[in-house]
């Protein structure tokens, strides 16, 4: 069955670098999100993308957070100038259509920030 | 602003029982309820989804209900097998503007032998 593939499973990032979190969605999905899970903490969506464009993001993505897809296969997370409380699971989904059809997770990347 | 109470907060239960657990939520406008189980260390898996006009949806040996008017969901699972141990999350999405998904806390599963 196919899945949600993210690189790198941990990553370690001094604190005020910035950091790319990569996923490679399902291939014929067309919607593209990412979650954030603080390590105890319920899940919380970040953003959504679709058409090379976002189509919905959260009070948590701000200006320090972008998102692209700069190829037919990648979907990137960028953060700019990490924090740390920027230090958690981050998810990436993808699904076949919009936000009624179910969405498939990667396994997530754990983010340190030091 | 769109909150979401899950209970029991950890639930333990012996191998073969069922169990039932609950959500409550204030999403409004709302469009669907999600429920995901999530393995410890793993994203999350999608179970049921059901839009404001279905009362039930099942998955195998999971059935989530869904009351729209009182805004309360249910995920019950029959028969219940040491592999079904996971943290079960409830899910409304907004409609009508915003349609960012809301997640609960979770309930923790654990099923003993």
């Known amino acids: 069955e196919p899945e949600v593939t993210q690189t790198p499973s941990h990553q370690v990032t001094q604190m005020g670098q910035e950091v790319i979190l990569r996923c490679v969605p399902i291939?014929?999905?067309?919607?593209f999100y990412w979650y954030r899970q603080i390590l105890g903490q319920k899940v919380e969506f970040l953003v959504s993308f679709y058409n090379n464009e976002i189509s919905e993001k959260s009070e948590i993505f701000d200006d320090q957070f972008s998102v692209e897809r700069p190829d037919g296969s990648n979907f990137t997370l960028k953060i700019r100038s990490t924090k740390l409380e920027d230090s958690a699971m981050y998810f990436c989904?993808?699904?076949?259509?919009?936000?009624?059809?179910?969405?498939?997770f990667g396994d997530g990347t754990r983010l340190s920030i030091l | 602003k769109n909150q979401v109470e899950q209970s029991p907060q950890s639930l333990i239960i012996l191998e073969g029982k069922n169990c039932t657990l609950q959500?409550?939520?204030?999403?409004?406008?709302?469009?669907?309820l999600r429920w995901y189980k999530q393995d410890t260390g793993r994203g999350p898996v999608s179970l049921t989804i059901m839009t404001f006009s279905e009362n039930t949806k099942s998955n195998g040996r999971y059935t989530a209900t869904l009351d729209a008017d009182t805004k309360q969901s249910s995920l019950h699972i029959t028969a219940s097998q040491l592999s079904d141990s996971a943290s079960y999350i409830c899910?409304?999405?907004?409609?009508?503007?915003?349609?960012?998904?809301?997640f609960g806390r979770g309930t923790s599963l654990i099923v003993h032998p």
């Open positions: 989904a993808s699904s076949v259509e919009g936000m009624s059809q179910p969405q498939h």
């Open positions: 959500c409550n939520y204030t999403v409004s406008p709302f469009s669907n």
């Open positions: 899910v409304p999405q907004g409609a009508g503007g915003s349609y960012i998904p809301t």
């Open positions: 291939s014929n999905h067309l919607y």
